[in-house]
């Protein structure tokens, strides 16, 4: 009964490879979204998604595209993979105004 | 440019001790403010939040403290136990950012036996 589940855990892959992580909720959350944590534990806000429209737009590579086919899913497609793309990625969901914000437990990329 | 700032970057203290983790904030739009608790391998678990028309709040061994005309706010844990040993983030966002969450930087927290 995993709140916002991620899939894979960990991930290990080699330089310019694409990849995609994807992430659910059955929280009847409205709102998704994706967070990098790098090596030094910092977490910045990437992506987010209301109702399967995108809301927030980080300044991300183009290489990272976030889809949301329902609003209970967001999935991220990571093209041409770069070492500098290794860190945790979370997804997390909360009702549109905020409430209820709850993380995954996170997707360890690794690039090689 | 960093939003939201926090201090310090680690802290040890013994079983009971009071850990005290301060973080500031520059945009004065931000009014909403969250601590989450991170353990190894796990994402981040809201600890406590707070609102910026009161000054102070506790849930438990938890106490948010919140002077707005400093732009700060602390967490305090009484009672500390060697359960509370993990990474601490403060985090602020603004109702029209979209539930933006700007993390600060994290506090690790080591409570000694």
């Known amino acids: 009964d995993t709140a916002v589940s991620q899939t894979p855990k960990y991930l290990v892959t080699q330089m310019g490879n694409d990849k995609s992580i994807k992430c659910e909720q059955n929280l009847g959350h409205d709102t998704m979204y994706w967070y990098k944590q790098d090596s030094k534990k910092f977490l910045k806000i990437m992506f987010s998604?209301?109702?399967?429209?995108?809301?927030i737009n980080e300044t991300v590579p183009n290489r990272f595209s976030p889809k949301s086919p329902d609003k209970a899913h967001l999935n991220l497609h990571i093209n041409s993979l770069e070492l500098g793309d290794s860190a945790v990625y979370f997804c997390?969901?909360?009702?549109?105004?905020?409430?209820?914000?709850?993380f995954g437990s996170g997707t360890r990329l690794t690039v090689v | 440019q960093q939003q939201v700032k926090q201090s310090p970057q680690s802290l040890i203290v013994q079983k009971g001790g009071i850990p005290i983790i301060n973080c500031a904030y520059e945009?004065?739009?931000?009014?909403?403010f969250p601590w989450y608790q991170q353990f190894p391998g796990k994402g981040p678990a809201l600890l406590i939040a707070i609102r910026p028309d009161v000054s102070e709040k506790k849930e438990g061994r938890f106490t948010i403290s919140f002077n707005k005309s400093a732009k700060q706010f602390s967490l305090h844990i009484m009672d500390s136990q060697p359960g509370d040993s993990a990474t601490y983030f403060c985090a602020a966002s603004m109702e029209t950012s979209g539930s933006r969450l700007t993390f600060g930087e994290g506090t690790q927290l080591t409570v000694n036996p």
């Open positions: 998604y209301n109702n399967k429209e995108l809301i």
């Open positions: 945009n004065t739009a931000f009014d909403y």
């Open positions: 997390a969901s909360s009702q549109w105004d905020g409430y209820g914000y709850t």
